[in-house]
């Protein structure tokens, strides 16, 4: 039985466990975890009702015991937000909407996209503001990418050109509401970095440097699983601190391989600069992984895909940043050796405040709103922060543009 803690979170991994399947039990949904790889793993469960129907998934990685843990939590993560994808939803029409975003949002897209439809009505959700921030209406459908499939009866809203900036970055489950956020926030973090990268080394093609981490500027247990991970994926790897935010550290972890698919990739984003780096290079272990996995949703995604690059035919200029060529980066652009230290962070709940302060020490206003929570305190939470950029959505075939934050000249309209 493993008590010990692990970092950023509220329970030991036998008490998270224990915790999820109360959780699932109150539901009536049976889970069935199986693993692909040793150790680190990954561990994908599937979630089944009372009938024997599959419902959802989730994946895990890690150790097995953290790889099973948390593909429970995230299945559960998926179940809630295809249940509750409406959840808190309030109809106004796209005028107010308009003025109570301001400016700031509503001058670049996706925020511009509004003005199209200024006579409709759109759904929205209340976030409650970080850090003394005032409380602030958001689309639904741009952080519940399922919402539009079923919008609510007086939303009169054509979706289609927004959802291509809808993702559900930013919702994460955890055993409490504090430990949630604080996995909400560091993903919207992470996505963001990894849409200033692209923008910055693909979109605009900037002369810029990368910030490369080896293993000799890791802590031992970070570089132990860098060597861990470069063995399973059979190729050399290249750990990249890709930062954008003051105060977090962003990761960004690949392979160097060619592929015939979107190129996966693994990321993270922390207070503690090593503990992004271990869940990025994490995230890589559990992306080639499940491409390699027999399971049965791996099979049909691989089944499905299509080249990123060839959904884009029609927009060259997007195009560098979803085939992602890190390695002409690599070869054209000056190289700076950076370590990350092991830097823990504190409790839970004072993470999520430092994580707020920065955001709002550059200029960024951050919310959430509470879409789930059970009676042992698991919740499901999404938060946003407004004026990140959506461009790491290029990734999967998206047509997208930058924002404000990511380069865009002057507004958008």
Known sequence: MNTSIPEERHFSLFDAAQRIQAAFDSLDIRPVTTFTGQSPCAALTELHDAEGVLLTGGWGKGAREAAAVGSLYEAMEHLLMDRHAA??????PVEDL???????????????????????????????????????????????????DAPLAADTFDYAPL????????????????????????????RDAISMFLLTH????????????GPAGLPADVADL????RQCVDADICLLDISSTPGITS??????????????????????PAHAARRALHELLQSHLALASNATPARAGRAASVH????????????????????????????ITVPLEDRPAGTVEAQVQQLAQALKADG????????????????????????????HLVTLGHVVVPGQRGGAPGGSR
């Open 87 to 92: 959840h808190g939803a309030e109809v106004r």
């Open 98 to 148: 308009i003025g109570l975003l301001g400016p700031d949002l509503t001058g670049y897209l996706p925020g511009a996209l509004l003005f199209d439809q200024i006579e409709e009505t759109i759904a929205t959700r209340c976030y409650t503001g970080l850090v003394g921030a005032t409380d602030f209406p958001y689309p639904v459908a741009l952080s519940a990418p399922t919402y539009a």
């Open 163 to 190: 959802r291509r900036y809808a993702s559900n970055s930013g919702t994460a489950i955890g055993g409490s509401l504090d430990e949630a956020l604080l996995h909400a926030l560091n993903e919207c973090a992470e």
């Open 202 to 213: 693909f979109f605009h093609a900037a002369n810029e440097s990368l910030r490369v981490v």
């Open 226 to 229: 860098y060597r861990q991970v």
């Open 251 to 272: 990761c960004l972890a690949v392979a160097h391989l060619c592929y015939d698919h979107a190129r996966p990739y693994g990321a993270g984003a922390s207070l503690n």
């Open 308 to 335: 990123p690059v060839q959904l884009l035919q029609q927009w060259p200029r997007l195009q560098p940043s979803a085939r992602m060529d890190i390695e002409d980066r690599l070869a054209s652009q000056p190289i």
């Open 364 to 391: 960024l206003v951050a919310g959430y709103n509470v879409i789930h929570t059970f009676d042992n305190g698991i919740t499901l939470v999404n938060a946003v922060v407004p004026r990140f950029e959506r461009f």
